[in-house]
C-alpha cells in the first residue's frame, strides 16, 4: 500500500527522460517475452498499455504484429520516445506467458518497483522449459491418447506411443537444430507414416489410419491455430493472417510427408496394405 502510494505521489511529478525510457524498456520487454512465447496480440498490447500507465506515462502507443513490436510515446510532457524491435515466429512457451502475465497483475497491485520488474523480467527469459526427456515421454503419451481417443484400440495406441517417442528424437536432435522448418515437418509426417506403416505390417496395430493420425499430433500447432483465429476475431487482421498461414503450412507439409511415404508404400505393396 505504502509503495503504491509514493508511486501516486511521483507520478505527479513530471518523469525525467531516463525514467521514461526505463519503463519504456520494461514494457517492450514484456510485450517481446510474451509474443516470441505464443501469446496473442490483444495480451501483448494489453500487458505493454498496462506498464506504461501504471508507472505515468499517459502518451504510450503499441502497435503489436505477429512478430514485430512498435512503441513510441512523446507530447508537451513527455520525451519523444521511439522503439521497434523485431520479433521471429518462434514456438510456445506458455509458462513464461503466464509469468509475464502474473507479473503485469503484481505491478498494478503496487508490488516492484521499475528496476524490480527489469530484474524480473530477465528472469522469466531465461525461464527453463521443460527438459528433452519430458518432452519426448509427453509426445508418446500424447500421441497414445489421441490414437485412443480417434478411435484405436489398446495395440494402435501403443503403435503411435513408439511413434510419438521416436518422432520427438527426430524434432529434437535432427529437425530442429539443422533443418528448415519446411523440411523438418515434411520429414516428421513422413517419419511417422513410415514407422506406422511399418508396425502395421508387422501387425504390431490393426487400424493405420488412427496409429497415424495419434502419432501427427504433437507436430499440429494447436495453440498458433487458435490464436490466429482469436486474433483475426479481435481485429488483428494482418497478425492472425500471417499466424494462420504460418499454421496452415505446417498443415500443409505434415500432408505432404504422409503422402510421400503413403505413395512409397502403394507402390512396393502394389496397393495391398492401402
Same mark, same amino acid.
Given at each position: 500500500?505504502?509503495? *503504491?502510494?509514493?508511486?501516486?505521489?511521483?507520478?505527479?511529478?513530471?518523469? %525525467?527522460?531516463?525514467?521514461?525510457?526505463?519503463?519504456?524498456?520494461?514494457?517492450?520487454?514484456?510485450?517481446?517475452?510474451?509474443?516470441?512465447?505464443?501469446?496473442?496480440?490483444?495480451?501483448?498490447? @494489453?500487458?505493454?498499455?498496462?506498464? !506504461?500507465?501504471?508507472?505515468?506515462?499517459? &502518451?504510450?502507443?503499441?502497435?503489436?504484429? %505477429?512478430?514485430?513490436?512498435?512503441?513510441?510515446?512523446?507530447?508537451?510532457?513527455? @520525451? $519523444?520516445?521511439?522503439?521497434?524491435?523485431?520479433?521471429? /515466429? *518462434?514456438? #510456445?512457451?506458455? =509458462?513464461?506467458?503466464?509469468?509475464? =502475465?502474473?507479473?503485469?497483475?503484481?505491478?498494478?497491485?503496487?508490488?516492484?518497483?521499475?528496476?524490480?520488474?527489469?530484474?524480473?523480467?530477465?528472469?522469466?527469459?531465461?525461464?527453463?522449459?521443460?527438459?528433452?526427456?519430458?518432452?519426448?515421454?509427453? %509426445?508418446?503419451? +500424447? %500421441?497414445? !491418447?489421441?490414437?485412443?481417443?480417434?478411435?484405436?484400440?489398446?495395440?494402435?495406441?501403443?503403435?503411435?506411443? /513408439? &511413434?510419438?517417442?521416436?518422432?520427438?528424437?527426430?524434432?529434437?536432435?535432427?529437425?530442429?537444430?539443422?533443418? *528448415?522448418?519446411?523440411?523438418?515437418?515434411?520429414?516428421? +509426417?513422413?517419419? #511417422?507414416?513410415?514407422?506406422? *506403416? #511399418?508396425?502395421?505390417?508387422?501387425?504390431?496395430?490393426?487400424?493405420?489410419?488412427?496409429? $497415424?493420425?495419434?502419432?501427427?499430433?504433437?507436430?499440429?500447432?494447436?495453440?498458433?491455430?487458435?490464436?490466429?483465429?482469436?486474433?483475426?476475431?479481435?481485429?488483428?487482421?494482418?497478425?492472425? &493472417?500471417?499466424?494462420?498461414?504460418?499454421?496452415?503450412? /505446417?498443415?500443409?507439409?505434415?500432408?505432404?510427408?504422409?503422402?510421400?511415404?503413403?505413395?512409397?508404400?502403394?507402390?512396393?505393396? +502394389?496397393? /495391398?496394405?492401402?
Amino acid at each position: 500500500m505504502g509503495r *503504491s502510494l509514493q508511486r501516486k505521489m511521483n507520478v505527479s511529478c513530471e518523469l %525525467s527522460g531516463e525514467e521514461q525510457r526505463e519503463i519504456l524498456d520494461a514494457a517492450m520487454q514484456a510485450g517481446h517475452i510474451l509474443l516470441e512465447n505464443g501469446a496473442e496480440i490483444f495480451r501483448v498490447e @494489453e500487458t505493454i498499455d498496462r506498464i !506504461c500507465h501504471y508507472y505515468g506515462i499517459e &502518451s504510450g502507443n503499441a502497435f503489436v504484429l %505477429s512478430n514485430g513490436i512498435f512503441i513510441t510515446s512523446g507530447n508537451e510532457r513527455e @520525451e $519523444i520516445f521511439a522503439k521497434v524491435q523485431h520479433i521471429p /515466429v *518462434s514456438g #510456445v512457451h506458455l =509458462n513464461r506467458v503466464a509469468a509475464v =502475465n502474473q507479473l503485469s497483475r503484481e505491478i498494478v497491485e503496487g508490488r516492484y518497483t521499475i528496476g524490480e520488474v527489469r530484474e524480473r523480467l530477465d528472469e522469466i527469459r531465461i525461464m527453463p522449459g521443460k527438459t528433452k526427456t519430458m518432452q519426448i515421454l509427453a %509426445s508418446g503419451v +500424447g %500421441s497414445a !491418447c489421441f490414437c485412443m481417443l480417434f478411435g484405436g484400440n489398446f495395440m494402435d495406441s501403443a503403435a503411435a506411443f /513408439v &511413434s510419438g517417442v521416436l518422432l520427438y528424437f527426430y524434432v529434437l536432435y535432427i529437425s530442429g537444430p539443422h533443418l *528448415s522448418k519446411i523440411v523438418g515437418n515434411i520429414g516428421g +509426417g513422413a517419419l #511417422v507414416t513410415f514407422l506406422c *506403416s #511399418v508396425m502395421y505390417l508387422l501387425s504390431v496395430g490393426q487400424h493405420l489410419n488412427f496409429m $497415424i493420425i495419434g502419432s501427427i499430433m504433437p507436430l499440429v500447432p494447436g495453440v498458433a491455430f487458435t490464436n490466429a483465429i482469436r486474433d483475426i476475431a479481435d481485429g488483428d487482421y494482418i497478425s492472425g &493472417s500471417v499466424r494462420m498461414l504460418d499454421a496452415l503450412l /505446417v498443415f500443409f507439409c505434415i500432408a505432404m510427408g504422409v503422402g510421400l511415404v503413403f505413395s512409397l508404400f502403394r507402390g512396393l505393396t +502394389g496397393g /495391398v496394405m492401402l
